[in-house]
């Protein structure tokens, strides 16, 4: 079992930076995938990014050059800095995670609570 817990949203104007924070707990955090989805209001919840046990990262085409995901799994931590950030941007994130990386898109076996990320125009 995985508990993620995130934290840092708020609310900001457009073009401004956030970071996200998700902290784990429960199994081997090293092993797992972690990522991002948002669910704007009246939207399905979608993919944002993950990262992989070694690190590499897959982001949906809308937040490429803008977010970056990363980790440390000392502290079974991760993160997403989203930077140059547009009222379309506005969600709830939650954090994820699964052993498997070359499905995450798809299918997540644990997720967070959420944080709401506003962005003003």
């Known amino acids: 079992q995985v508990q993620l817990v995130e934290s840092g949203g708020g609310l900001v104007q457009a073009a401004d930076s956030l970071k996200l924070s998700c902290v784990a707990s429960g199994r081997t955090f090293s092993s797992l995938a972690m990522g991002w989805f948002r669910q704007a209001p009246g939207k399905g919840r979608e993919f944002v990014a993950a990262?992989?046990?070694?690190?590499?990262?897959d982001y949906e085409d809308s937040v490429k050059g803008r977010f970056t995901i990363s980790r440390d799994d000392a502290k079974k931590l991760v993160y997403l800095q989203m930077n140059s950030l547009k009222p379309e941007d506005t969600a709830v994130y939650y954090c994820?995670?699964?052993?498997?990386?070359?499905?995450?898109?798809?299918?997540?076996?644990?997720w967070g609570q959420g944080t709401q990320v506003t962005v003003s125009s």
């Open positions: 990262i992989s046990w070694n690190n590499i990262a």
């Open positions: 994820a995670a699964d052993p498997r990386f070359s499905t995450f898109r798809s299918k997540v076996a644990y």
